[in-house]
Each structure stands twice: as C-alpha cells, then as structure tokens.
C-alpha cells in the first residue's frame, strides 16, 4: 500500500503536471471505484486545479470550486502518467482522469478491487474524508507521546492506526521501529520517556529520508515504480536475510495478507515472537529463540 513517503512523491508529481491546467474528465471503468454521487462527476469538468493535497494516505485533488477528488489506491493502486490524449492501456484500468496537461490513470492490480474515488465538497467534505491522525512531520514531541499514549495498543497498531497517525502503514513502521530498536509488540503505555523520544526521532528520520530517496529515484519523472518492498530496507520484506545493524536474520510475524518484520537482536532482546500460524500449529514447541528456530528450519545441521 503506498504510504506517506510514496503519496508525497506522488502530490509533487502531480502538482508539477495539473495545478493550473484544466481538468477536462473522468472515465471510471471500475464499477466499485466511486464511493459518492454527492457532488456529481459533471461538477468538476472543465474546472480548474487549483492544489494537490495528501489527506492521510489520500491524494486530494482541490479545482476552483471547491470541488475536490479524493483518491485512495488502498493496496494495489497504482498511479501512471501519459501525454495528452493518451488512452488508458491494459485490462487493471479502473479510471482515466483527463488534464489539459495529461491523462492520469489509476490502476490495480488482483482481483480485489479496494482503490476508492471520492468526491467532496468543500474543506467540510474532505475533512470528513481525513481519519485524523497526527501529521508527524508536522507534530511537536509531546504532542506525538500524548497521542501515542492515548491508548494501551502494541507499537505496530498504534504506529499504523489512521485514526492516530497519519499516512504510516505495514512497510514504513517496520522500519520506524527497527531505526527506534523497539519491538512491534511493546505496548504504548509502558514506555519510557527516553524510548517515546527515539520513536518520535525514528518516525521523523525514516518518513523524511524515504521522501528525499523517492523523489531523488523519480528524478523530475513521474514515479511509476512504487512498491511496499524497497531496495535499501532494513527489516520490512527482508524475512531471512540480515539486519544491517547487527547481522541477525530478519524474522516475521504474519497475520491476514500482511506481517511484521523485526530483527530479534536489534528490537527484541533475542526472543522469537510468536508467529500465529506456526504457533497455532507447534502449541508448547514454539522455538523461543532465533537460533532453535533454525533448527527446526534445517539451519542447524
């Protein structure tokens, strides 16, 4: 899922293709992908794009009526760039947004079409759009303890709940938290003053650096390969392979479509988190340490 460093690069791109163009049309192929008829499609033709604004993980597109297009790409949405007049290509088109500049398409891949257009009235109407979680780059120390203190939740919920902080997914707190060397499972209100304060530092030093390490791979272009797995990522998608600080395996902890990955000697003091599906099924033989675990995988012999 594009997160808060992929959707800003995605905002600069943009702002430097529309703002001040025309927005011409929409073409919506996805039957599910508009969530809204209020205010319909026709008032934003031929207005036009005043800002380009990320509203939590959204990309919000403001034209001179105060007529806004909120696009979320959820996990498989993909934004691509094309001359004027281009048409959309390949059978993942959802949407093709038509600029006077451009054609913006919008496309997912798999079969399980969650990307969501909305349209908005107004600041009222995309604030309704926003879960109101802390902009971190914007935030004040203790305004980001309060926060994560509001409640008692593991490290990697809190970091990922919209409603908490805005735009951080599975991928980015992977890595907020192995720069912190916290565990996923910490709870919020066991921590320390001094572990809060290298969150907040780990947060502010992994969103920043991303943005800057995207927009510099962009180059001025518009960015076509993003992706939640990146080169250069210490721990997220890095399961097995060694942790650049300290060389220890990167392990997991998988749950639904997603996991967590942590390195066990930098976060978690050499213990194994239990991983729900291997722990179901291994009960009291749930190996406690990354090295029993490789012996249970055959690492051992």
């Known amino acids: 899922m594009p997160e808060l460093p992929d ?7 943009l702002e430097a293709r529309i703002v001040s163009h025309t927005f011409q049309r929409a073409l919506i192929r996805g039957p599910f992908l508009l969530r809204s008829v209020a ?34 790409l959820m996990i498989a949405g993909r934004l691509h760039w094309r001359a004027p007049g281009a048409k959309a290509a390949g059978k993942n088109a959802l949407a093709s947004f038509e600029f006077s500049s451009g054609v913006l398409t919008l496309t997912e891949a798999g079969t399980q079409h969650r990307a969501a257009l909305h349209f908005a009235a107004g600041e ?17 120390p203790a305004d980001f303890a309060r926060v994560l203190r509001s409640a008692n939740h593991t490290l990697k919920r809190a970091l990922t709940d919209p409603r908490l902080f805005s735009g951080i997914g599975n991928a980015y707190s992977d890595e907020i938290l192995h720069r912190a060397m916290l565990s996923p499972v910490a709870l919020t209100q066991r921590l320390t003053g001094d572990q809060v304060d290298a969150l907040f530092t780990a947060t502010r030093e992994v969103l920043v650096e991303w943005i800057d390490r995207l927009r510099a ?15 250069g990522m210490a721990v997220h998608g890095r399961y097995r392979l060694p942790c650049p600080r300290c060389g220890a395996k990167v392990q997991r902890i998988r ?35 990354p090295e029993e675990l490789e012996l249970r995988q055959g690492g051992g012999r």
Request: with cysteine; glycine share 10%; charged share 25%.
């Open 39 to 72: 205010p319909p499609l026709s008032a934003a033709e031929g207005r036009l794009v005043r800002q380009v604004r990320r509203v939590g993980k959204r990309i919000a597109i403001g034209l001179e009526n105060e007529v806004w297009l909120a696009l979320h």
């Open 255 to 289: 749950y639904a479509s997603n996991e967590t990955n942590y390195c066990p000697q930098c976060q978690t003091g050499g213990k194994l988190l239990a991983d729900r599906a291997l722990s179901r099924l291994l009960r009291e033989d749930w190996p406690r340490t």
């Open 217 to 231: 791979e962009a180059g001025g272009k518009f960015p076509e390969g993003v992706t939640a797995f990146r080169e």
């Open 124 to 140: 009222a109407g995309l604030h309704a759009l926003d879960p109101g979680g802390l902009e971190v780059l914007d935030a004040a």
């Open 7 to 13: 959707v800003a690069v995605y905002v600069e791109a």
